[in-house]
């Protein structure tokens, strides 16, 4: 820590931050505009003019940017210096002179950090009576709004974008008083990040284009803490709702975490709470038709049921931890489904074993930036984990900033050290089926099919330990590569191995923990992988957003409750927040419904299962209720309600808790916190969820939180149509937080209870800096969440030998698969993941909707063929895999791509016809095909007959 003196008076100061950072930190009002804390700084805006001093002897001074200046221990400045003060205000007024006053009509106004910076320099009066530099604004698609006449070059769009994103189709054109911020011509933004443009902007150039069409000012709606539902990264964010709807979905701060950043999918998707497809009612099945009936009805209609035989439960994994652990509590421990089919299930409860079980670190998605050699091994994280891909995406960033350090450059001048970086390259290495997000920061492609690439991964184990098994049969291009990766990852200090579930193939994580293993030098061998200093790090990637939590809750797989339906051991299956006709073909859900004698469905969703069940019931969405989440990293956090849902819908570990009762056995749950306590006394591994957020009784200064800002108006005239009289809002009691303005506020918060940031003169995102004990590390009152996998289970071996002792035996994985042999007349199809269009409730979300291409089978040019051998197929195979390695990036190759007029595959004894393409990026012997597009659903490599369309089989 350094010392440094502002205006007169002493500051504490650390050494590898900018002055404007250290003003910031201690409290002061500095304006800026172009600096931001994970883009470093450019000095592009000149607002953050201090003096600085040489010494106590100085008396003049100079003028500085604060933004572009080191801390040093001793530093004298000043900030209320009147010809800094000018400065500032003279940068503002020519800021302004092109700058429309449409603040009334701005969907920024109110929210504006422009706004709150010109308040700030003190720049009241306009004195430029000119014409305005006008610009035409573009159609930049579903997610963004343009307006570039508000611009005022700070150049953070096309920072992140460009930069932080690797997005390529947003730019600055033009030079001096006329440059232009958009793309070359219209049409949607390409990135799946571009929806940050709204929160990076300080001004109104880009604007949420949803919320426009629901817009209400920051003042006058509700707030609260949640958690994002779209994957399983866990991404925290804050939710907007006024009048019973929610209306945008914002970043939450999360130093561990997403920081200031978050997908388009997690942005945009929350419209599923509000579609058309809400269930609102209970139904029951009345002559073969669904009809609205009391709770009471259904209740009753419920212990009629049930009354036929056992209660079997299916819980979700995208329920949260209350839901599936109160329908467990209804069926008994036995008669709990995790509501996945068999090889699903079994990854799922493979996944947190392994993590456990690991000598690597299971790293947060902040740590994952830092690593310095990387290996994603069969998972196209762009689409099944997008924001952990953006995390992974700075590691290309990371050369830069070591040649900068070398050098003596800050890490905070962006560009210098990216310059500085040019031509560096930090090992980043793809294995994949198919091309992902990340082939252009890749040094190296391997394209291959899944049982492949998990050959793959357990021969890079072994050549960094050879105490790992070592597949047989490499062919020369294979171990080339396999030692290429291994060198690579042996000599980086924080080598990161990365794998999923996308392909359901155990061997993947398995080769992926092995890598990890012996890299961590554990194993018996004397390979590469031991050495001083090494920090590796195994990140595995669950494919929902509470997958993890299901696992480690507990359950059997659906071929369990399919072989208690053959047993007769079925009178009722209660299903909570899954359809299973996309875990199930048609034949196999036909095959378990017809087995049971009634169906129970507690959704919030309209889904084709809901249709053929005997009970509905209408569970509130993320935003009308309480739950925990536990995502890949095994951190469990909280989400609360910003909406108090109508009657009847209710929280679904509610209906389960009713139907208990029905039943004549009272669970005793009142609220979210009881649950939560039962949960952590019946489930061991569970135990510290509580510590995820503060309870319900959590008061600061006395008082609740108060979920809407100071100025919130209109509550009244809200429910006008009702009564005039004013009527306050009944607190939630699974919530510490207050609907209404009244009640406590400010900095001191704890992160997981923040609804929304607002501070004296700083209304917009930008005042986060308030609530941070330090800019760009964990927030003041602590970041919220509890990682429940960092103590190893009590069987795993010691993660260290005892001081002077020999390492321990490993038990290394050996589940080698058998080479990929293609079949004549058939493909392999792989389920391909994108990132519109394959989850579940972002799907309804119009704007994402609006973003889904149109599915296509994808396969490899000049396949199937009709006649080929087994000698034959594995030549292709590996002439094919050997033709995608490159030392650069596999851009060339997945160009190559020719649109056929069709193809009719055989799925699941049925012929579908689908439209083809043909790309060259795709190993020979497969296909990818959107699972969830077809109505026969499947989740897992199947193998097609193909034929073209038109064609017989």
Not at 343 to 369: I, V, W
Request: hydrophobic share 40%; charged share 20%.
């Amino acid at each position: 820590m350094a010392t440094i003196h502002i205006d007169g008076r002493p500051y504490p100061a650390r050494t590898d931050e900018n002055l404007l950072q250290a003003c910031l930190e201690n409290g002061f009002d500095l304006p800026y505009f172009c600096w931001h804390p994970d883009l470093g700084s450019v000095g592009a805006c000149r607002q953050c003019a201090v003096r600085q001093y040489a010494g106590p002897d100085d008396r003049r001074g100079r003028i500085v940017m604060a933004c572009m200046t080191a801390v040093t221990d001793g530093a004298i400045l000043s900030i209320a210096d009147d010809e800094a003060r000018q400065f500032r205000a003279g940068i503002i007024e020519w800021l302004m002179t092109n700058h429309p006053h449409d603040c009334p009509v701005c969907a920024e106004g109110g929210e504006c950090h422009l706004q709150d910076m010109t308040v700030m320099t003190g720049h009241a009066v306009r004195r430029y009576r000119f014409d305005k530099r006008t610009h035409r604004n573009q159609d930049l698609g579903p997610f963004v709004r343009h307006e570039m006449n508000r611009c005022i070059a700070c150049y953070r769009c096309v920072r992140f974008y460009r930069d932080y994103a690797g997005g390529t189709d947003l730019a600055a054109f033009g030079m001096h008083n006329d440059v232009y911020f958009g793309r070359q011509a219209d049409g949607a933004l390409e990135s799946g990040f571009a929806g940050n443009l709204v929160e990076i902007c300080p001004t109104g150039v880009f604007t949420d284009k949803p919320f426009t069409r629901v817009y209400a000012r920051k003042w006058n709606m509700d707030g609260a803490p949640s958690v994002c539902t779209h994957c399983a990264v866990g991404c925290n964010i804050i939710v907007n709702a006024r009048q019973g709807t929610v209306r945008r979905v914002m970043n939450r701060y999360h130093a561990a975490v997403n920081r200031y950043f978050l997908c388009d999918r997690g942005r945009f998707g929350h419209g599923f709470a509000s579609a058309p497809t809400r269930l609102a009612v209970p139904t029951c099945r009345v002559d073969g038709q669904q009809t609205v009936v009391p709770v009471r009805q259904a209740l009753d209609r419920f212990a009629a049921l049930a009354a036929d035989g056992p209660i079997i439960g299916i819980g979700s994994e995208r329920a949260s931890l209350e839901a599936n652990f109160a329908l467990r509590a209804l069926a008994g421990a036995a008669g709990f489904s995790t509501g996945l089919n068999g090889p699903r299930h079994d990854l799922a409860m493979l996944l947190p074993a392994l993590l456990q079980a690991s000598p690597a670190r299971n790293p947060t998605l902040h740590e994952m930036e830092q690593a310095d050699a990387v290996l994603v091994l069969g998972e196209d994280v762009s689409a099944t984990a997008p924001r952990l891909a953006l995390a992974l995406r700075q590691t290309a960033r990371l050369p830069g900033y070591q040649a900068a350090a070398a050098a003596g450059v800050p890490r905070w001048m962006d560009a210098a050290a990216r310059m500085m970086g040019t031509g560096l390259r930090a090992p980043f290495f793809v294995l994949a089926s198919d091309a992902t997000g990340l082939d252009d920061i890749a040094q190296e492609c391997w394209r291959a099919a899944p049982d492949d690439l998990a050959r793959m991964g357990f021969a890079i184990a072994h050549r960094i330990d050879p105490a790992s098994p070592e597949p047989a049969d490499l062919t020369e291009a294979e171990s080339a590569c396999a030692e290429r990766i291994a060198r690579a990852l042996a000599a980086a200090a924080r080598p990161l191995v990365v794998a999923g579930t996308q392909y359901g193939l155990a061997a993947l994580p398995h080769a992926a923990a092995n890598i990890a293993a012996a890299l961590a030098g554990q194993g018996t061998g004397q390979g590469t992988g031991e050495g001083p200093g090494r920090d590796p790090a195994l990140s595995l990637v669950q494919p929902a957003c509470n997958t993890m939590g299901l696992a480690l809750l507990g359950g059997t797989s659906l071929e369990a409750v399919a072989g208690m339906i053959r047993s007769g051991g079925i009178g009722t299956l209660v299903v909570m927040e899954n359809d299973l006709t996309r875990q199930l073909g048609p034949a196999a859900l036909d095959h378990l419904l017809s087995g049971v004698r009634h169906l129970v469905v507690i959704d919030h969703t309209a889904t084709p299962l809901a249709a053929r069940a005997d009970i509905v019931l209408p569970a509130a969405a993320f935003s009308e209720c309480g739950g925990t989440l536990v995502g890949s990293e095994g951190r469990a956090q909280r989400f609360l309600p910003v909406l108090t849902p109508d009657r009847p819908i209710q929280a679904a570990w509610r209906w389960a808790r009713d139907l208990a009762r029905a039943l004549g056995r009272d669970p005793g749950w009142t609220d979210l916190d009881s649950v939560i306590a039962a949960i952590a006394a019946a489930i061991p591994r569970l135990a510290a969820i509580g510590a995820a957020a503060p309870d319900a009784a959590y008061r600061l200064d006395g008082r609740r939180v108060r979920a809407e800002p100071d100025r919130f108006d209109g509550r009244t005239a809200m429910r006008a149509n009702i009564s005039v009289r004013d009527q306050p809002p009944h607190p939630n009691p699974d919530s510490p937080l207050a609907p209404s303005m009244e009640g406590a506020y400010g900095p001191d918060l704890p992160g997981a209870l923040i609804p929304y940031y607002q501070q004296p003169g700083w209304n917009s995102v930008q005042s986060l800096n308030r609530f941070q004990q330090e800019i760009g590390g964990p927030m003041r009152g602590g970041d919220g969440g509890v990682r429940l996998l960092d103590a190893p289970p009590a069987s795993a071996p010691p993660a260290s030998a005892p001081p002077g002792g020999t390492p321990p035996a490993r038990a290394w994985h050996s589940d080698i698969p058998p080479r990929f042999t293609p079949r004549p007349g058939q493909v392999l199809l792989l389920p391909q993941a994108r990132l519109f269009g394959t989850e579940e409730l972002s799907t309804l979300s119009p704007p994402i909707a609006a973003r889904i291409e149109p599915p296509t089978l994808r396969i490899a040019p000049g396949w199937p063929t009709t006649e080929t051998t087994a000698t034959q197929a594995t030549a292709t195979q590996a002439t094919a895999t050997e033709t995608t390695v490159t030392e650069t990036t596999v851009t060339e190759t997945t160009a190559t791509q020719t649109t056929m007029t069709g193809a009719t595959i055989t799925l699941m004894g049925r012929p579908v016809s689908l439209p083809v393409t043909c790309d060259a990026a795709i190993p020979a012997g497969l296909a990818l095909y959107p699972a969830h597009d077809l109505d026969r659903s499947f989740s897992l490599p199947v193998w097609v007959d193909v034929a073209p369309a038109g064609q017989g089989q």
